[in-house]
DNA sequence: GTTGGCACTCGGTTGAGCAGAGTGCCAAGG
DNA sequence: CCTTGGCACTCTGCTCAACCGAGTGCCAAC
């Protein structure tokens, strides 16, 4: 249907408009690029692609802007993924490199996220449900309270309280802590249940509520995947488009204060591969505007927890997705070696 | 020098131009308050005011604003703090005491802040140099890898990782765990490395590397201030003046990101009352068009941290002041049950 | 010290006019 | 059938002038 030379066209204005953020016209798109075609020609070419709905114009008489199904179409058939330069993956390894824990770890992928890229950068924690198991630990911080602590894989680690019914005994409360980690260091998250099933069993009756009780409060931490933590960067990057939609900022960052939408969001990614929502593709009606490139990163080949960026519909795709890609690599890396 | 009725004006001033958001003319306040004197008068007044630089004209011929002087004086002599409504206090109680654990506590409070004030809340987590220990766990990862936790009286958890020289016995870690905890548990972290200091005497010469390795983690852990985190929200209450200032929003935003400054600026503040700092009292640059209003909050008579909101110098001091203090009062209420 | 009057200033808005960019259409040429 | 140059047309954005109104400073009178 579209030919090579309009699909070529296409290629141009986006690539136009993304540099110059002002609509393009038919005779700007022939001196920039050598399309071996008169402008009259290009125009044809731009009706017909206006009539398809990969453009269209602000008014009658003005350049033309690509339009969401026109972004969609440069992504998916007309554009790759730009790798990052060697300079540049070496900068990455090393600043990841400097990070001393978990917390330290996300927090410069946020901010290496949002340099690089220049838009608002959305890192997700390690996922609780797909992670394994290093450690479980239990405190006794007074007679009848336990302090639970879990530590993942990926350096994560969670505390809960809990209240027993009855005094622990320092023996079982040994009994316990070994018996638990026997069963479940280094197991899956989702393996946990029906690993520690018939634990109670094992006690003896007195200390059974308490096993109880404490196994109620693991599986809950494990199950509680609305604990999910992200974290967020760059959003002075934001008012770079200011004046291209002065109004539209505000729903942007409220929608980035709303955690739950943004988990929701990069819920959506696919698990491995780049995966890009161009404006209206976004459920959030704030984000409409918006484009969200995101990623699955992970120690291993499965993604624990995604990450990505969040710009407008006209953004530099093709850097973008390479940036993110490589980003998500080496934190992957870095989680592994830790 | 001020008279009586020129404070009064300067307070009808700073209340108008906060509520209309426009430069407030002689015959407008007049109709508004009644000062019981005539527009010349006030007119004269405003001269005077505007001499000693309380407040001044962004025009020949258009109101006046307050100055950041004028915003000072207001703040010092003209207003009080604005109690919350039993209602309201109510609510903020019902709020914060739905948190689960220290994260929580945290974001409930940004969001509540943001809510309450509708502007930027700002809310440090609570200081480990003004805490005290609670507990102190090691755990052997692996033969001669170590985790070290530290868990302090306000539920905050910090975890580190030990690399031992050598392999680290069951009955020497459990040794040091137990005279960790009984020297330090209870004490403050001030205080923690004079306790220490002896404690690898009492080891085995085989067992002191490793004991050393580990008092030096710990040390570090408590020394580290860096480690200072924080947790902000309300960044879309920005945008509601972007008419004011349009392109003062960027390095607000660029200010709210850099944690250092952040943090910097929430030191300055007092430990007890209420603090503000006004446009250009603010060190940072890009905060000069902007106040910070914070105040200490802690589960006992001192502070352990600090809170507050940044918004523009044209802001509700009473009412911020009053939000920000009712909201540390029950933050600290909050910490101190659990 | 307060008040009413008055001339003056200046920012913001409105409307006309103009320039420029870009389009759609058409007829001619390959 | 596609491409091309020409041409009339349509918008937007900018500038300029005029105008309105809010607000001021000053002054003379009370």
């Known amino acids: 249907m579209l030919s090579e030379r309009r699909l070529e066209v296409l290629r141009a204005i986006v690539q136009d408009y993304v540099g110059t953020e002002e609509p393009v016209g038919s005779k700007a798109l022939t001196e920039r690029h050598n399309l071996g075609v008169s402008p009259a020609t290009v125009r044809n070419d731009m009706a017909a692609l206006e ?5 269209h114009q602000p008014h009658t008489s003005a350049g033309r802007i690509p339009t969401d199904k026109g972004y969609r179409l440069f992504v ?6 730009k790798p990052m330069s060697g300079a540049e993956r070496r900068a990455i390894h090393n600043f990841l490199g400097g990070a001393v824990d978990l917390d330290d770890v996300i927090a410069r992928t946020v901010r290496l996220l949002a340099q690089l890229t220049r838009q608002v950068a959305v890192v997700q924690y390690p996922s609780l449900t797909r992670s394994t198991v290093r450690h479980v630990e239990l405190l006794a911080l007074a007679p009848a309270r336990l302090m639970l602590v879990l530590i993942t894989d990926t350096g994560r680690v969670e505390q809960r309280m809990v209240d027993c019914p009855s005094l622990v005994g320092e023996v079982a409360l040994a009994d316990l802590r070994a018996r638990l980690n026997s069963r479940v260091a280094g197991r899956r998250f989702t393996d946990v249940p029906q690993l520690l099933q018939d634990l109670p069993e094992a006690f003896e009756q007195d200390d059974r509520p308490m096993v109880t009780m404490v196994l109620a409060t693991l599986l809950e931490t494990l199950g509680e995947e609305t604990e999910e933590r992200l974290m967020i960067g760059g959003t002075a990057n934001l008012t770079r488009f200011v004046h291209d939609f002065p109004m539209t900022i505000r729903p942007v960052l409220e929608a980035l204060e709303e955690q739950v939408v943004l988990l929701k969001l990069l819920g959506e990614a696919k698990d491995s591969g780049v995966t890009v929502r161009i404006g209206h593709e976004n459920a959030h009606e704030g984000l409409n505007s918006t484009s969200v490139v995101s990623v699955g990163y992970g120690s291993g080949d499965e993604a624990v927890a995604k990450l990505g960026v969040v710009g407008p519909t006209r953004m530099d795709y093709p850097g973008t997705m390479g940036a993110v890609r ?7 890396q870095i989680l592994a070696e830790s």
């Open 76 to 81: 998916d058939r007309l554009a790759g993924v």
């Open 51 to 55: 009539e398809d709905g990969f453009i």
């Open 326 to 332: 490589a980003v998500a690599r080496y934190v992957g």
